[in-house]
């Protein structure tokens, strides 16, 4: 046996996971703090859809006076920051509850420090960027898919890319997840979410910087919950067994890959959402199967535990188990299979490589590396 090699694990400090949490939203955020002016940071069609309904009706009921905003997009641009923190400071908002998808909570999170700073938003990319502290945050998913929740990371759309902001500040204070919330999702969303929080917790597992034996315990747990799962919340999407599991999958992955980061599959992916707005969980699913296949040369032993893990038949390589049981997945779940179906075109794919290349922040944590070149023929090979 060897010595443990020394390492870092953060998280949120407090989580509660419960059915039907957002009808009972007024007693939990009376008990957590004393805040009564919550800024609501969520999308047009959570709102549209009456995902919010029962909070607000359970937040003025307990004695809150909400302001929402609701103008958060896909990929959101920085804009959506700016103005969710302006509105929080014109309004005198003293939480910040995040509400609804990766997006709405990546914008919560900024607009918690920005509510407070006059730290200018093109300051903050990069790692251990923010300055001072920020509104107290909370933070509800209503898709199992990002983990941004328990996440310290922002991903933003910038000067026709994504960027990220990494840093302590960005824990979030409270997590609550219900479920409930994630029943009436969409087939095609269920799906790229959940593949996408498969990526995490595998990318998590892989990672080269960072990796330790509490994400590993973390990744693998979710990867267990989130294949068991994915085609049953797909095709019977009111099973709650399913949508529970689903969300506290996503969660844990969350937690891993904060920890032990992701890597070329998220880096592959960033052109899809920032040139052409593919959801990110479904660029994600786009390009797993080929970097799996990129990286099995120095990552085949992670993959073959990680197939133990989930009781997959060994294969004939090591580690090819998993990835013909994780393409199986994606073509059962029903989610987009190339490039091509998502309005790439062939000549699209070099601009994409070289958009790839920026994403030092994440192939740094890679198994394998990968070049330009390398990028083109992964980007060929899902096309």
Request: with cysteine.
């Amino acid at each position: 046996m060897t010595a443990t090699a020394p390492f870092d694990f953060a998280t949120v400090p407090d989580i509660r996971c419960r059915w039907g949490a957002a009808g009972e939203l007024g007693e939990i955020l009376s008990a957590f703090c004393p805040a009564r002016r919550p800024l609501i940071v969520t999308d047009t069609g959570v709102r549209r859809a009456g995902l919010l309904d029962a909070a607000l009706g359970s937040l003025r009921a307990a004695g809150f006076d909400p302001v929402i905003f609701d103008q958060v997009q896909a990929d959101p641009p920085e804009a959506n920051v700016i103005d969710a923190a302006a509105l929080a400071r014109a309004s005198a908002t003293d939480l910040v509850l995040g509400f609804g998808g990766g997006s709405s909570l990546d914008v919560a999170k900024l607009a918690a420090v920005l509510a407070v700073s006059d730290q200018p938003i093109e300051t903050l990319y990069g790692i251990g960027q923010v300055r001072g502290a920020r509104l107290p945050l909370v933070q509800m998913p209503t898709t199992a898919g990002t983990g941004s929740e328990v996440t310290n990371i922002t991903i933003l759309s910038a000067r026709d890319s994504k960027m990220g902001v990494v840093a302590r500040q960005l824990f979030a204070d409270l997590v609550i997840l219900d479920a409930a919330l994630t029943v009436g999702l969409p087939r095609v969303h269920t799906a790229a979410s959940g593949i996408d929080a498969m990526v995490h917790a595998i990318e998590a597992y892989t990672s080269r910087i960072r990796k330790n034996p509490m994400s590993d315990s973390l990744a693998v747990a979710a990867l267990r919950l989130l294949s068991a799962n994915l085609l049953t919340a797909c095709e019977t999407p009111s099973d709650r067994p399913a949508r529970e599991s689903m969300l506290l999958g996503a969660m844990l992955a969350g937690q891993a890959f904060a920890n032990a980061p992701v890597a070329a599959v998220h880096a592959l992916a960033y052109p899809l959402g920032g040139r052409f707005h593919v959801p990110h969980g479904l660029s994600n699913a786009l390009m797993l199967i080929p970097v799996l296949r990129h990286n099995l040369s120095a990552a085949a032993a992670h993959y073959a535990e990680l197939a133990a893990a989930l009781a997959l038949e060994p294969g004939e390589a090591p580690g090819a188990s998993l990835i013909s049981h994780l393409a199986g997945l994606i073509r059962a779940a029903g989610a987009p299979q190339r490039l091509r179906d998502v309005g790439v075109t062939e000549a699209d794919l070099p601009l994409m490589a070289r958009d790839a290349m920026a994403q030092t922040r994440l192939l740094q944590n890679n198994p394998v590396e990968v070049t330009e070149a390398d990028a083109l023929a992964l980007y060929r090979q899902a096309f």
